[in-house]
């Protein structure tokens, strides 16, 4: 569901702010986010897909757009394709989060953080050799004003790269198994043997109202889902030149917003290993399908999400 269509930049913003906050303590579990070998090899493809095809070249200076907790931009760092990186984010929390990842994959002293809004960036001109992200521009409220802002702080000649944005079409289609899965939940956790999510506990109470916020404004947070002729007439308007926009996931992401329904309503901690491990082999599976099958033969508008890359002229 997208925010309000009344909803103001600034509730905009206010809203993705709180939600990421609260989102950030166990974002990385929630959506499986891997830093292992996993975790490089789909972040380097959905990178080579941004740019067409092409093999990622090393950036020695990138600025990532809403960084979250590092899913992208430091795996991308761990394969040497980035040298220095500053990560920014609208969420303290987030960034906390993607610190400590960091520190943990011995990264720290390469990375910088930053919490700023994509739409005022505080950093000078020509400062960058790529400007990306991942999942970030459908939650931005001025996304003109921000692509003018991401052209400013590149260097001429330098790359934008953007990869997980939501077509208006994967929108639709998101609908589908996220309500099949709330209708079949009930009979899901008797099988695999998993009790209802926010169960008997000392701390339960706490946890409810703290989740209950976070779902209410997952609800709003997402502002656009994305023509790709309208994305490019943006980024070509922002003054951008040699575009590219592709789709990527169509049946991994289907059944991946279905497995996602289902565990939503579970205690997270009871949900058994072997269902997980199903879970996980079975989304990797359909992705390969998609990259290998889907992906080269069917048109950007039909996917899930979209890819881009541009460049700014030299």
Sequence with gaps: ???PANASAEEIRDVNERYHDIAARDYDAKWGI????????????????????????????????GAGTGYFSLNLMQQDLIGELVATDISTGMLETLAGNAERLGLSDRVTTQHTDAERLPFEDGSFDLVFGH????????????????????????????????????DRLATVPKRLGTAVAPLWRRVVGAPARNGAGPHAG??????????????????????PGDLRQLIAE???????????????NVWGWWLRSLEATAEPGRVPLRWRKFAFHSYIALQRLDVALLEPRLPAGLFYNLVLSARKPA
Excluded: W, Y
């Excluded at 946890?207 to 916020?213: G, L, P, Q, T």
């Excluded at 404004?217 to 994305?226: I, K, Q, R």
């Design 1 to 3: 569901m997208p925010a």
């Design 34 to 65: 891997d830093f292992g070998d996993i975790g490089r090899d789909q972040t380097r493809q959905k990178l080579r897909k941004a740019l067409g095809g092409a093999e990622p070249p090393r950036f020695e200076r990138a600025l990532e757009i």
């Design 135 to 170: 999942a970030v521009l459908h939650h931005i409220p001025n996304l003109d004003v921000a692509f003018r802002e991401f052209l400013r702080v590149l260097r001429p000649g330098g790359t934008i790269a953007f990869c997980g944005e939501p077509s208006r079409n994967g």
């Design 206 to 227: 706490h946890e409810d109202e703290h989740e209950a916020e976070g779902h209410a404004l997952e609800a709003v947070v997402d502002v656009h889902a994305f023509d």
């Design 238 to 252: 922002a003054g951008f030149e040699r575009i590219h926009l592709g789709g990527e996931e169509l049946l991994a």
